[in-house]
Every structure is written in structure tokens, then in C-alpha cells.
């Protein structure tokens, strides 16, 4: 059963920071966590069954909200899959293609920022939240700029896109792209090397756990590379 100071406790799934969707069961020593078994199932809302009573088009936006700070990667997925069924794939303009994947790296950063403010505010790292949300803010302004959305985009359709960029989106975009390796850097210099974030993540991805979830190629390498240094 239990060691002397062991407890278990549910996390989830009413937790603000499981959002009602996840229950995971946690068995810990004081702040420490043993295990954590993670049960799923909370929140089906029936997307497959909706999808079977819809046009292709009509489903579109209930792609942004299976995972709502992904919507224009979730968009993506969706028309592309219906693009390959319909046999079209090949006479999607180019420059759709390109503005496709324009908005999805777009999404991807925006998503990065998120994890990465409200993981370092959950292990006690405030300042950091408000650094990667000032740039996400900019990267949500040229989504509305676009589409005239912010969070659940519907910013892809099949055969191509809703609109051609307007007029000075692309400025916008250079003029983001040509600082945002600096605010990185701010990130790195606030988290990089902070005691307390390396000594609440650095090292607790152990061999044998490497090998259980098959982590290979990039994954493995900095989880290999951070364990190799020393902590501050």
C-alpha cells in the first residue's frame, strides 16, 4: 500500500488546470509525486456523431474547439483529410498552401507560449507568463487581422482558404518574425538557468522511462543533454 507520509489525492478532473477534462490519480509524499495514473474519458462531446449528420464545410468549426489553442492546425488536418478523400489534393493553389502553413506555424508558436507561461507559473515562475503572452497577443492580432478571430479561427476551407491575406499582413508578420528571436531569448534568460525551474524539471526523465514511452530522435537527446548538466 503506503509508505509512512504517502498519499493519494485525485487531480482533477474539477482542477482549473485540467480545464474538467482529465482526472489524474496521484499517490504523493509531500510535495513530491510518486505516481500519477492518468484517467481519461471526461470530456466526449460526440464530434464523430455530429460529423456523420454535417456537410465537410459545416464541420469545419467544430475543429477549433477539439482543441481550442490549436484551431488552425485542427482546421488543417480536417480539410486536408476531406481534400485527399475527394481526390483534389494536387489543385490546391500554391499560394494557399503557403498562407496555410503561414497561419499554422503561426498557431504552433502561439501554443508553445501558452505551454511554456502557464508550466513555468505552475512550478513558481511568474514573470515568464507575462513575457511569452505578450508576444502570443501579437501572433493573436494577426490571426484577427485575417480572419477577424482570435482563438477558434475557422481559417481554413476545403480547396484552399476564406480569404487572401490583407493588405500589410505580411509587414506585420516580418515585423514579429524580426524580434521574436529576442524575446526568446528573455525567455531563455529567465528560465535557462533558474535554480528553481532546473530543479523542478531537470532530471526526472530516467532511463527506464525514456525506453517505456519509446522516446527517440530529439526527445531523447535533450532530455539526455539537460540530465548531463549540472545543476546551478
Avoid at 504517502?6 to 510535495?31: A, C, W, Y
Avoid at 481534400?83 to 497561419?103: D, F, S, W
Avoid at 501579437?138 to 490571426?143: A, G, K, M, T, Y
Amino acid at each position: 500500500m503506503f509508505d509512512v507520509h504517502e498519499m493519494e489525492v485525485n487531480f482533477g478532473p474539477q482542477h482549473p488546470s485540467t480545464h474538467g477534462v482529465l482526472r489524474v490519480l496521484l499517490k504523493i509524499d509531500g510535495e513530491r509525486i510518486i505516481e500519477a495514473k492518468p484517467i481519461i474519458g471526461y470530456l466526449h462531446r460526440g464530434t464523430e456523431k455530429l460529423f456523420e449528420h454535417m456537410a465537410y464545410p459545416q464541420c469545419i468549426p467544430h475543429t477549433d474547439r477539439m482543441d481550442y489553442v490549436a484551431a488552425a492546425t485542427n482546421n488543417l488536418g480536417f480539410v486536408e483529410a476531406v481534400e485527399k478523400l475527394m481526390g483534389i489534393t494536387a489543385q490546391i493553389p500554391r499560394r494557399a498552401q503557403l498562407i496555410r502553413v503561414m497561419l499554422s506555424e503561426l498557431q504552433r508558436i502561439s501554443s508553445h507560449l501558452l505551454w511554456l507561461a502557464t508550466h513555468a507559473i505552475d512550478i513558481g515562475a511568474m514573470t515568464p507568463f507575462f513575457y511569452c503572452f505578450r508576444e502570443r497577443e501579437e501572433v493573436l492580432d494577426l490571426f484577427e487581422h485575417y480572419c477577424g478571430a482570435r482563438l477558434t479561427l475557422n481559417c481554413m476551407r476545403i480547396g484552399g482558404l476564406p480569404d487572401d491575406l490583407p493588405p500589410g499582413w505580411l509587414d506585420e508578420l516580418e515585423a514579429f518574425i524580426g524580434k521574436f528571436d529576442a524575446a526568446v531569448d528573455e525567455y531563455e534568460s529567465l528560465l535557462t538557468t533558474n535554480r528553481i525551474w532546473k530543479r523542478r524539471t531537470v532530471g526526472f526523465a530516467f532511463e527506464r522511462r525514456r525506453s517505456h514511452w519509446a522516446r527517440q530522435g530529439a526527445a531523447i537527446s535533450s532530455s539526455l543533454e539537460l540530465m548531463a548538466k549540472p545543476m546551478m
